[in-house]
């Protein structure tokens, strides 16, 4: 089995004996490999007896597998950085040739030229590896899964073939352009599909393209009939999609592409009514439908196929992918109070701003800013659902421009973010799940930019059971862990259901709690005792049923 989609399904198996020397040679080279993490931006340095991924594979006869130079280059556009190598796995009928350059693209399909100068002007000069191959496919009219590791420029997979096969704007009167939206593009939290729309915007540069971010203010806007003829795409979260087609306001049947991004996300429970409620609204025939995530659970994935007609299947797989340059660690903190501790110790030594630092809930993740700003830690910042939206949109503007160099986000809210350069993730609580840690450490930006990544996973006693799960995936991208963590035994399949339900305080600092609870107690009586004061009354015990 291809060892992303091992991963990305869940149930990580290392088999130590198997691969007893790879893991022995391995070894041997820690000591340079952590002092620098991040020399290793070439898929050729790492050894070939290392590449247990590729020797570990078997070829289905429906697979194509291949092994290419990802042509990204970093986001700087400094072409002189090493490129990485990923390994792409095809599963499919009749599956289209990749692309090498976005030229080869534009010769095949007749791209525009404005939007190859659009790419090229934003600084994408190569495609990357899931470009290569999924561009071609949906630019063929297939259904897509995609699946290839966070940071890997999904997002331009699909835009750039959305915008092309829509070929104008409808305000262009040369296409067939019908009645309505033409394509739609669904995302798991406003902050990501605030994202997608402006990476719509660039490749939309230059041509009357309506792209509209779907909102409440748009949602109105566009309950006009003639208002939405106008609109090419647009970008959604489905609870706010959904919203509209119930109230009639907003019709489906003119859309030919549907997107999902964070499909993992989107198919799960949480989502899956909205989801389905959308596609039954999507009534053009021949619709295109794409999914496109990091991982991909066996569950989601089934629900996926069955969505798709005839899909492709694309994993971008991990031999080396942006895990295996992130310097991995799991770190033994106890308990829950000790965590805080450790963490402003942490804080005290040098570290690589920015910091991305995961909570398990909303109240946990402005509780640990709250009290990070009370330590004295500079520039921190809190992003969670919570949250405004104003205030979370200034978070994210922060961030983005630099001025945060502490994020303390959940992971709800994290999902599919592209915080710029973020060299150092904190697991602060454990993750949920296997999936859940692979997406919250390939936050770090290394891979594109050549820099160095750190992630560091904080465990309690409590996550013990689950923490065998973790190490497997550190193993599995080339890292070692102590030895006496190699051999806990494996979860069970019930235990491993149970990982991420771990019930943690609100307040991540519960002496702080006390302190508060006793402010408030006092701030109360004496509240009262002004009171009882203003009208002259005697302190009397609280009544009771028998004082009446
Ligand atoms: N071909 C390219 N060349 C250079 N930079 C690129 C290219 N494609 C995308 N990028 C940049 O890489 C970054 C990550 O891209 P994107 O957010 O699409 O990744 P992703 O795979 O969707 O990640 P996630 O899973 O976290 O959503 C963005 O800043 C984007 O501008």
């Given at each position: ?7 990305s399904?869940?149930?990580v ?35 070939a007896?290392l590449?247990f ?5 078997k ?32 599963k ?11 030229e ?10 404005l939007?190859?100068?659009?790419l ?15 561009i071609?496919?949906?630019?063929e ?6 699946i ?35 394509a ?19 490749l939309a540069?230059?041509?009357?393209w ?6 409440k ?29 119930q ?15 964070e ?8 989502f ?23 991982t ?20 971008v ?8 340059l ?26 690589n701003?920015p ?6 809930s ?7 800013a ?7 830690i ?5 992003l ?19 001025e ?8 709800v809210?994290?999902r ?16 949920t ?31 013990g ?20 963590m190699?051999?806990l ?21 519960a ?7 006793d ?30």
């Open positions: 089995m291809e060892a992303f989609q091992l991963l399904r869940g149930g198996q290392f088999n130590k004996n198997r691969f007893r020397k790879d893991v022995e040679i391995f070894n041997g080279k820690l000591e340079t490999e952590q002092q620098q993490p991040q020399a290793s931006t070439s898929g050729s340095e790492l050894p007896a590449n991924f590729k020797s570990g594979k070829r289905k006869l429906d697979e194509e597998p291949d092994e290419e130079d990802d042509p990204k280059s970093d986001t700087e556009g400094d072409n002189s950085i090493p490129r990485q190598r990923h390994r792409v796995t095809t499919g009928s009749n599956i289209p040739e990749y692309a090498e350059t976005f080869d693209l534009r010769d095949r399909y007749q791209l525009s030229s939007l190859l100068s659009n090229s002007n934003n600084g994408y000069s190569h495609p990357t590896g899931i470009q290569s191959y999924g071609p496919i949906l630019l009219s297939r259904d897509l899964a995609a290839s590791p966070t940071g890997t420029g999904k997002t331009i997979s699909y835009l750039l073939p959305t915008f092309a096969s829509l070929r104008a704007p409808v305000a262009s009167a040369d296409v067939d352009a019908g009645l309505g939206v033409r739609v593009i669904l995302a798991p939290t406003r902050e990501l599909a605030h994202q997608i729309h402006n990476e719509c915007l660039k540069q230059g041509r009357k309506r792209v509209v971010l779907f909102s203010a748009t949602a109105n806007t566009l309950s006009d009939k003639a208002a939405r003829d106008k609109v090419d795409i647009i970008v959604s979260t489905p609870l706010r999609l959904v919203a509209s087609l109230s009639g306001s907003l019709s489906l049947s003119n859309v030919r592409h549907l997107i999902f991004d499909a993992d996300r989107m198919l799960d429970n949480e899956l009514p909205q989801i389905e409620e959308i596609v039954a609204a999507c009534t053009y025939p021949n619709i295109q439908k794409a999914v496109f995530s990091a991909l659970p066996a569950n989601a994935e089934k629900i996926a196929m069955d969505m798709l007609h005839d899909p492709i299947r694309v994993v797989g991990l031999k080396d992918t942006p895990l295996p992130i310097v991995q660690s799991l770190t033994y903190v106890a308990d829950d109070a000790s965590k805080l501790p450790s963490l402003l110790t942490y804080f005290s030594q040098p570290y701003p910091v991305l630092i995961f909570t398990s909303q109240p946990r993740a402005s509780s640990l709250e009290e990070l700003v009370l330590n004295g500079s520039n921190v910042d809190c969670h659902a919570g949250m405004s939206k104003k205030e979370r949109e200034d978070a994210v503007s922060r961030m983005r421009k630099g945060s160099w502490v994020m303390v986000s959940t992971e809210m994290a599919g973010m592209d915080f710029k350069g973020v060299r150092e993730v904190i697991n602060y609580d454990f993750p799940t296997v999936q859940s840690y692979i997406h919250r450490i390939g936050k770090c930006r290394t891979g594109r930019a050549g820099r160095s990544g750190k992630a560091v996973t904080f465990f309690t006693d409590d996550d059971p689950y923490l065998k799960s973790i190490a497997n995936v550190i193993l599995q991208s080339g890292q070692p862990v102590p030895e006496w190699s051999k035994p494996k979860p069970s399949k019930m235990k491993r259901k149970q990982m991420g339900k771990t019930k943690r305080p609100e307040m991540v600092n002496a702080r709690k006390i302190g508060r609870n402010a408030i107690k006092k701030r109360e009586m004496i509240a009262g005792s002004k009171r009882r004061k203003a009208k002259g009354a005697t302190p009397t015990a609280p009544a009771t049923s028998e004082d009446s």
